[in-house]
């Protein structure tokens, strides 16, 4: 048969059983595949079921009929020595495979997987797992659905496919001569189209076993024979029923020999494995993973499978429901939306030729009626409905590493579930169970299981009695455990091996202060004291201030976050303070004649270290730190420091309080004198004037002193500073900017009462007006929550709120 004969056949294959063993050549995923399956086993009723997928399986096929086991789970296997060497075989409440499993199972029939076995799969050079087959290099195979597709004359697969299997039976599918087609047609259809497709392809190709992909197929097909000759003979070629992809299923009937098929099978790799059933969830059925047919529309797919009738008008009100509940100004979702929803979906699909309403009628039907030609509430339908967030559960008693069997005891007795619907958490860690969850979170970090990730904006900054995390469970993390393992059988235990290995590991200083950090968060009091040598030993041998300073404020932050958590930070503080004295005595050198990318990185350190050290708030070691400061303000004192980092250190010094304003404006004159070159006192400009510029706002003898000196460059020298004013000036709100812009514009006051022009603006005047300022008391009052009685008063209470 030819393949355009083989794609019409499709919709009109006979209703006879075919002889010998029932080849059910189905899609992965598919829910007309499903249906017709179980169907087809109701009709035959098989002594025995061969299913796609690795022989290790059927230690544990049972647990797929337990009451606990809700799909989509899937069967993980992975090498014993090397859990990172794994592969998945996912299944849906749709997929053919795992309904084919669950009828055997309620029908007391013997199930047994048949394909090349995990143990060759997942052995070095075994071409590895289901996982990933539909992605591997070099890999020839063409996408038969699409080739039918466009057999057919269609240029949409997934449509296609949609019309002629996921809508049969809705009205129930006829043979051409006007019969009812029976339980076995699509199969005997989709056997005929994947013989002709395979003829041409491998013809094309010249052998089966032409290229890669082809000798994995063929490898795998001839365990596949064997498997089946071996049912074959002890059931008898009727009693046998078997449910695989459908492009094998030519392979299983062409006459070859078993001792062929063993020559194949001869020498392969092997490897011990394990296997067991793990959660897997709707988003990563939607992608190409996975017996190599994902599916879009995982969400849409389970609700055909699942309505017992009229799927169309329950998937809309679901859809409405939805709407309703996640819209805050309440969506337009009313019964009677609903019903023209529905009557524009059929209507769309009559235009369009198609037999019922697919997934682009709905979704067109539902952005038009529902969403009103919306986008953003049909991003809300798509990932809740369209793909689903659903997670599937495995019973208790599935076999699991120790590590595992830990981790899902900590999550019952926190009553903190995985999901796959990403969700922010937000812990009080003065709470025990918040603080339980958040140790939990953090030494699972530490183990590589990223099931949580830290959010700092929300929980108000580090070291903080409270912290926020966005949490998202993925079935890959079941691998990151089973890999975790080899540290401990507890969480507890793998975390802080796993913390001693990484502190003999790390080869700088910042790395094993980090470590120290993480360490206090997760709470593992027995792993620091290794942390702590480590620490110690590496600080002693770094003589880098910039080390030195980039490692201080993790240390720090861990001495607070021994303070919020009641642990013992003692050791940590001895040696946060002692590298603060190593950096107060090496960093005036450490700063001398530096070039501008050093010196933009000398600020940072230095930013850094002023807010560890005040953190710190030992008197005498911020004493010391504050004299560091101002001997590298002053030009005198500080011969060859960037004009950056003398103008930072002024800027430290006076919002700390320690240095006056007019000190600060003698010093900012010293700066922009005419004998200092332009870019060392722009640079001076940009280290003063970081973070903001509400000092030029606030104060005119510093504006007028940057007023002068821009006045007052030569133009030959305008052109090299105009990039760094520029990049001082950009960082500033656009609020700032445009005030400052309004203060030159109007005219500045020059240092010792001299007055420019005033230029009459809006909005300014020369001295504050009382009595308007006033005017502003009754709300700041509401705003700080005290009384309003005698808001409005003039005079005395406005001088007073303005010199507050």
Same mark, same amino acid.
């Given at each position: 048969?030819?393949?355009?004969?083989?794609?019409?056949?499709?919709?009109?294959?006979?209703?006879?059983?075919?002889?010998?063993?029932?080849?059910?050549?189905?899609?992965?995923?598919?829910?007309?595949?499903?249906?017709?399956?179980?169907?087809?086993?109701?009709?035959?009723?098989?002594?025995?079921?061969?299913?796609?997928?690795?022989?290790?399986?059927?230690?544990?096929?049972?647990?797929?009929?337990?009451?606990?086991?809700?799909?989509?789970?899937?069967?993980?296997?992975?090498?014993?020595?090397?859990?990172?060497?794994?592969?998945?075989?996912?299944?849906?409440?749709?997929?053919?495979?795992?309904?084919?499993?669950?009828?055997?199972?309620?029908?007391?029939?013997?199930?047994?997987?048949?394909?090349?076995?995990?143990?060759?799969?997942?052995?070095?050079?075994?071409?590895?797992?289901?996982?990933?087959?539909?992605?591997?290099?070099?890999?020839?195979?063409?996408?038969?659905?699409?080739?039918?597709?466009?057999?057919?004359?269609?240029?949409?697969?997934?449509?296609?496919?949609?019309?002629?299997?996921?809508?049969?039976?809705?009205?129930?599918?006829?043979?051409?001569?006007?019969?009812?087609?029976g339980p076995y047609a699509p199969f005997t259809a989709l056997a005929d189209a994947m013989t002709a497709l395979r003829d041409a392809y491998e013809g094309a190709s010249g052998t089966p076993s032409g290229g890669a992909g082809h000798r994995r197929d063929a490898v795998r097909e001839a365990h596949m024979r064997l498997r089946l000759r071996e049912a074959c003979g002890e059931f008898g070629d009727d009693r046998v029923a078997v449910v695989c992809g459908a492009w094998h299923v030519p392979a299983l009937t062409v006459r070859t020999t078993a001792a062929a098929d063993r020559r194949l099978l001869r020498g392969l790799p092997k490897v011990r494995t394990e296997i067991t059933w793990v959660p897997w969830?709707?988003?990563?059925?939607?992608?190409?993973?996975?017996?190599?047919?994902?599916?879009?529309?995982?969400?849409?797919?389970?609700?055909?499978?699942?309505?017992?009738?009229?799927?169309?008008?329950?998937?809309?009100?679901?859809?409405?429901?939805?709407?309703?509940?996640?819209?805050?100004?309440?969506?337009?979702?009313?019964?009677?939306?609903?019903?023209?929803?529905?009557?524009?979906?059929?209507?769309?699909?009559?235009?369009?030729?198609?037999?019922?309403?697919?997934?682009?009628?709905?979704?067109?039907?539902?952005?038009?009626?529902?969403?009103?030609?919306?986008?953003?509430?049909?991003?809300?339908?798509?990932?809740?409905?369209?793909?689903?967030?659903?997670?599937?559960?495995?019973?208790?008693?599935?076999?699991?590493?120790?590590?595992?069997?830990? %981790? &899902? !005891?900590?999550?019952? $007795? /926190?009553?903190?579930?995985? *999901?796959?619907? @990403? +969700?922010? #958490?937000?812990?009080? =860690?003065?709470?025990?169970?918040?603080?339980?969850?958040?140790?939990?979170?953090?030494?699972?970090?530490?183990?590589?299981?990223?099931?949580?990730?830290?959010?700092?904006?929300?929980?108000?900054?580090?070291?903080?009695?409270?912290?926020?995390?966005?949490?998202?469970?993925?079935?890959?993390?079941?691998?990151?455990?089973?890999?975790?393992?080899?540290?401990?059988?507890?969480?507890?235990?793998?975390?802080?091996?796993?913390?001693?290995? %990484? &502190? !003999?590991?790390?080869? $700088? /200083?910042?790395?094993?202060? *980090?470590?120290? @950090? +993480?360490? #206090?968060?997760?709470? =593992?009091?027995?792993?620091?004291?290794?942390?702590?040598?480590?620490?110690?030993?590496?600080?002693?041998?770094?003589?880098?201030?910039?080390?030195?300073?980039?490692?201080?404020?993790?240390?720090?932050?861990?001495?607070?976050?021994?303070?919020?958590?009641?642990?013992?930070?003692?050791?940590?503080?001895?040696?946060?303070?002692?590298?603060?004295?190593?950096?107060?005595?090496?960093?005036?050198?450490?700063?001398?004649?530096?070039?501008?990318?050093?010196?933009?990185?000398?600020?940072?350190?230095?930013?850094?270290?002023?807010?560890?050290?005040? #953190?710190?708030?030992?008197?005498?070691?911020?004493?010391?730190?504050?004299?560091?400061?101002?001997?590298?303000?002053?030009?005198?004192?500080?011969?060859?420091?960037?004009?950056?980092?003398?103008?930072?250190?002024?800027?430290?010094?006076?919002?700390?309080?320690?240095?006056?304003?007019?000190?600060?404006?003698?010093?900012?004159?010293?700066?922009?004198?005419?004998?200092?070159?332009?870019?060392?006192?722009?640079?001076?400009?940009?280290?003063?004037?970081?973070?903001?510029?509400?000092?030029?706002?606030?104060?005119?003898?510093?504006?007028?002193?940057?007023?002068?000196? #821009?006045?007052?460059?030569?133009?030959?020298?305008?052109?090299?500073?105009?990039?760094?004013?520029?990049?001082?000036?950009?960082?500033?709100?656009?609020?700032?900017?445009?005030?400052?812009?309004?203060?030159?514009?109007?005219?500045?006051?020059?240092?010792?009462?001299?007055?420019?022009?005033?230029?009459?603006?809006?909005?300014?005047?020369?001295?504050?007006?009382?009595?308007?300022?006033?005017?502003?008391?009754?709300?700041?009052?509401?705003?700080?929550?005290?009384?309003?009685?005698?808001?409005?008063?003039?005079?005395?209470?406005?001088?007073?709120?303005?010199?507050?």
């Amino acid at each position: 048969m030819s393949v355009h004969g083989a794609a019409a056949a499709v919709t009109a294959a006979g209703a006879a059983p075919p002889p010998g063993p029932l080849l059910l050549g189905v899609r992965h995923h598919g829910p007309g595949s499903a249906r017709a399956v179980l169907a087809a086993l109701e009709a035959h009723g098989p002594s025995v079921l061969l299913v796609e997928g690795p022989p290790e399986a059927g230690a544990v096929v049972g647990l797929a009929a337990h009451e606990e086991m809700r799909p989509p789970v899937a069967l993980l296997a992975h090498a014993a020595d090397d859990p990172g060497r794994a592969a998945f075989w996912p299944l849906a409440g749709f997929s053919p495979e795992w309904v084919a499993v669950r009828w055997a199972l309620e029908h007391g029939v013997p199930v047994r997987f048949f394909d090349l076995p995990a143990a060759h799969t997942l052995a070095p050079g075994g071409g590895g797992g289901e996982e990933n087959e539909e992605g591997r290099a070099g890999e020839p195979r063409p996408d038969p659905l699409r080739v039918l597709a466009e057999t057919a004359g269609h240029d949409d697969p997934e449509r296609w496919w949609e019309d002629v299997v996921e809508h049969r039976g809705v009205p129930p599918a006829r043979t051409a001569g006007g019969r009812p087609a029976g339980p076995y047609a699509p199969f005997t259809a989709l056997a005929d189209a994947m013989t002709a497709l395979r003829d041409a392809y491998e013809g094309a190709s010249g052998t089966p076993s032409g290229g890669a992909g082809h000798r994995r197929d063929a490898v795998r097909e001839a365990h596949m024979r064997l498997r089946l000759r071996e049912a074959c003979g002890e059931f008898g070629d009727d009693r046998v029923a078997v449910v695989c992809g459908a492009w094998h299923v030519p392979a299983l009937t062409v006459r070859t020999t078993a001792a062929a098929d063993r020559r194949l099978l001869r020498g392969l790799p092997k490897v011990r494995t394990e296997i067991t059933w793990v959660p897997w969830t709707n988003e990563r059925l939607a992608r190409r993973s996975g017996y190599g047919a994902g599916i879009t529309s995982p969400g849409w797919y389970g609700h055909l499978f699942a309505a017992p009738d009229r799927p169309l008008e329950r998937w809309m009100a679901e859809a409405a429901r939805l709407l309703r509940e996640e819209s805050r100004a309440g969506a337009p979702a009313s019964p009677a939306h609903v019903i023209e929803a529905v009557r524009l979906a059929d209507a769309l699909a009559a235009l369009r030729g198609r037999p019922l309403p697919g997934l682009a009628e709905t979704l067109d039907a539902v952005r038009a009626v529902l969403c009103e030609g919306s986008d953003l509430p049909l991003a809300l339908v798509h990932d809740r409905l369209v793909v689903g967030d659903v997670l599937g559960t495995v019973p208790p008693d599935a076999p699991a590493v120790p590590l595992q069997r830990d %981790l &899902a !005891r900590l999550q019952r $007795s /926190l009553r903190l579930g995985p *999901e796959a619907r @990403e +969700r922010e #958490l937000d812990l009080d =860690l003065r709470e025990e169970n918040a603080a339980a969850r958040s140790r939990l979170l953090h030494r699972l970090r530490l183990l590589g299981v990223d099931w949580g990730e830290p959010v700092r904006g929300r929980s108000g900054g580090t070291g903080t009695f409270r912290e926020a995390w966005r949490l998202r469970w993925r079935p890959e993390l079941s691998v990151r455990i089973a890999e975790a393992g080899v540290w401990g059988t507890t969480v507890a235990a793998a975390a802080g091996a796993r913390a001693e290995a %990484l &502190a !003999r590991e790390a080869v $700088s /200083l910042a790395d094993t202060t *980090e470590l120290a @950090e +993480r360490c #206090l968060l997760a709470g =593992l009091g027995e792993a620091l004291p290794a942390v702590m040598r480590a620490l110690a030993d590496r600080a002693a041998l770094d003589a880098d201030v910039g080390h030195l300073a980039q490692a201080l404020p993790a240390l720090v932050r861990s001495v607070r976050y021994g303070d919020v958590r009641g642990t013992d930070a003692a050791a940590l503080r001895e040696v946060a303070e002692g590298i603060a004295e190593r950096v107060c005595v090496g960093l005036p050198p450490a700063c001398a004649g530096l070039g501008a990318a050093g010196a933009a990185g000398m600020r940072g350190h230095v930013d850094a270290v002023h807010r560890a050290v005040v #953190l710190l708030a030992r008197e005498d070691l911020l004493t010391r730190w504050r004299s560091v400061l101002r001997s590298l303000a002053g030009r005198d004192r500080a011969p060859g420091v960037p004009g950056l980092l003398r103008g930072r250190c002024v800027r430290l010094l006076l919002d700390d309080g320690r240095l006056s304003g007019d000190e600060a404006a003698r010093l900012m004159g010293l700066a922009l004198s005419p004998g200092a070159p332009p870019v060392d006192a722009a640079g001076w400009i940009e280290g003063f004037l970081a973070d903001g510029g509400t000092l030029l706002v606030h104060d005119e003898r510093l504006l007028a002193l940057v007023d002068g000196w #821009l006045a007052g460059i030569p133009e030959e020298a305008f052109t090299g500073v105009l990039p760094l004013l520029r990049r001082t000036f950009a960082a500033y709100e656009p609020g700032v900017r445009r005030t400052v812009g309004e203060l030159v514009r109007r005219g500045t006051r020059v240092p010792g009462g001299a007055a420019a022009a005033w230029e009459a603006v809006p909005g300014f005047g020369e001295e504050p007006d009382p009595e308007r300022a006033c005017a502003v008391l009754p709300t700041l009052r509401l705003l700080l929550g005290e009384r309003t009685e005698g808001a409005g008063r003039g005079g005395a209470e406005g001088e007073e709120v303005t010199g507050r």
